[in-house]
């Protein structure tokens, strides 16, 4: 039952991450761009991956702890 409430996350996860990375990949490979809009272009998508990433970790243990629903918090 819990691994099918983790295939969403994951799979959501997996392509923001994709598209994250190819949006960095062109920003570093965009001709004319100067250097610090290369950095600024690539270091963003590179932050959003890694804030993914965290996010989706703290779901896998809200589900791996039973906590389904964060309203109950509130």
């Known amino acids: 039952m819990k691994k099918g409430k983790l295939v969403a996350p994951i799979v959501i996860t997996a392509l923001l991450c994709l598209w994250f990375g190819i949006w960095a990949v062109f920003f570093w490979a965009a001709p004319g761009v100067p250097l610090w809009g290369k950095l600024a272009g690539a270091v963003i998508p590179l932050a ?19 906590d389904e629903d964060d309203l109950d918090h509130y």
Do not use: N, P, Q
């Not at 990433?53 to 039973?66: H, M, N």
């Open 48 to 66: 959003l991956i890694g804030v993914s990433l965290y996010v989706l970790a703290e779901r896998i243990k809200e589900i791996r702890s039973g």
